[in-house]
């Protein structure tokens, strides 16, 4: 049986970094697992590279100048969660920030160490982009509105309560009795949300720590969050609650409700036209098409602007929307997107400088972060159009409810007249 120890870490604590330091020292580990995949530990490891580079005064790589992400392949992905993961990235890196270490440090020092005493390191966390897709696949609707707004309004108004943050309460986090309360709170905001994010891993940490503990290791060092830990104890104390690995990689089952949504407003609004039009009120009906135009034009185009959007991209989004909402198979935001990095070239370099981003200003300056901001403005914008045309439809055409009703009845009629007369 291998002799493990864990260290459980605050990822922006100094303190954090010197219990990995001591830890291995006591130990004299010939293993040292760390909380990463192959993803996150490559990213890491480049940063390690560029801070040495940086040192040495090497000049940076030309790379970035040259090449540039593919935008549609990145439209095609879920690139509202791209934003939540780089927005909960900037939150985690203010707080890092305002005490003076970088976010992931402590993982760093481990790498640092395994490297110097040439010791193996085992990567334990599941594929973030699989923790990723269940934490946003299984969150309820209502829940993933929480959290953006959260995270928003955290953006905007973080100077204040960020610098607050100090590296006492920081150190905090390590406390049991702080985490358990942390893991409450973050339960009720979002009992699915937790699963993935917090209980699911604790179970594949627990399987690599597990696995560690029957090989043919003397002696290993773990480096997980402390938000971890209790969970990781209880698995390990009953390893017979475990789920199975095939389980925790399986990604969550995508149903298209935004696809099914759509298209029964589409449907609505090709019956409530098709109404109109046989009830012989043909001013009512070119008057209907124009407000579905305008409505969906004006609210994609302020969208779009209301982000710093370039105005072409504004102008792309108000002249498609109303087409793209009459298709759920499109989204006005793409089309918008597109002509964002025709008018403002994303490059390679800008994946780092979002990463390095420490204001506000820094990441909507990014042409990568602020073209899928585009694409999901322009989007949202159309969707509150659609919802506000038929909410505001009446009063907008100027009928009262009933005169409406009697439109509809005898165009339905004069419908199922033609029709049946046809047939």
Not at 24 to 29: K, L
Not at 113 to 123: K, P, S
Not at 147 to 175: K, P, Q
Request: charged share 20%; proline share 4%; net charge negative.
């Amino acid at each position: 049986m291998t002799e493990i120890h864990i260290v459980g870490t605050a990822h922006v604590s100094q303190k954090s970094i010197d219990e990995v330091r001591e830890k291995v020292e006591a130990a004299d580990p010939d293993v040292i697992a760390i909380e990463l995949d192959p993803g996150r530990f490559a990213a890491l490891k480049q940063q390690m590279k560029e801070a040495e580079d940086r040192e040495s005064g090497a000049p940076p790589s030309e790379e970035e100048k040259t090449q540039a992400p593919e935008v549609q392949s990145l439209l095609k992905g879920n690139f509202t969660l791209m934003l939540v993961q780089w927005i909960l990235a900037y939150v985690q890196r203010k707080i890092g920030m305002n005490v003076g270490i970088e976010p992931g440090a402590e993982m760093k020092e481990a790498i640092k160490i395994a490297e110097e005493r040439n010791i193996r390191i085992f990567l334990i966390d599941r594929n973030i982009n699989t923790t990723l897709a269940r934490f946003w696949g299984n969150m309820k609707f209502l829940e993933k509105i929480k959290l953006v707004w959260i995270l928003i309004r955290t953006m905007v108004g973080t100077d204040d309560e960020t610098e607050s943050i100090d590296t006492e309460m920081v150190d905090s986090l390590t406390n049991p009795d702080m985490i358990e309360l942390a893991l409450a709170e973050f339960q009720k905001f979002s009992p699915t949300g937790a699963n993935a994010l917090i209980t699911e891993r604790d179970a594949y940490l627990a399987h690599g720590i597990i696995g560690l503990e029957h090989s043919s290791f003397e002696r290993a060092v773990v480096v997980v969050g402390a938000g971890h830990l209790p969970g990781i104890n209880r698995f390990r104390e009953h390893p017979e609650t475990l789920p199975s690995m095939k389980s925790l990689n399986e990604l969550p089952k995508k149903y298209p409700w935004g696809k099914i949504i759509g298209s029964l407003f589409v449907a609505m609004f090709a019956v409530i036209i098709l109404a109109i039009a046989f009830s012989g009120a043909t001013d009512l009906l070119i008057w209907a098409i124009i407000y579905w135009v305008v409505i969906n034009g004006v609210f994609a185009g302020i969208a779009t602007l209301l982000v710093k959007g370039h105005p072409f991209s504004a102008a792309t989004a108000a002249g498609l929307a109303w087409m793209t909402s009459l298709n759920p198979f499109l989204a006005c935001g793409w089309f918008a997107a597109i002509v964002e990095a025709r008018m403002r070239p994303p490059t390679a370099g800008d994946f780092k400088a979002i990463a390095k981003a420490e204001t506000i200003h820094d990441m909507f300056s990014v042409p990568l972060f602020k073209i899928l901001l585009v694409a999901a403005a322009a989007n949202i914008g159309s969707t509150i159009a659609t919802f506000a045309f038929f909410i505001f439809l009446t009063p907008l055409l100027g009928v009262d409810l009933e005169m409406m009703t009697n439109i509809l009845t005898t165009g339905f009629a004069n419908l199922w007249a033609f029709l049946t007369g046809w047939i």
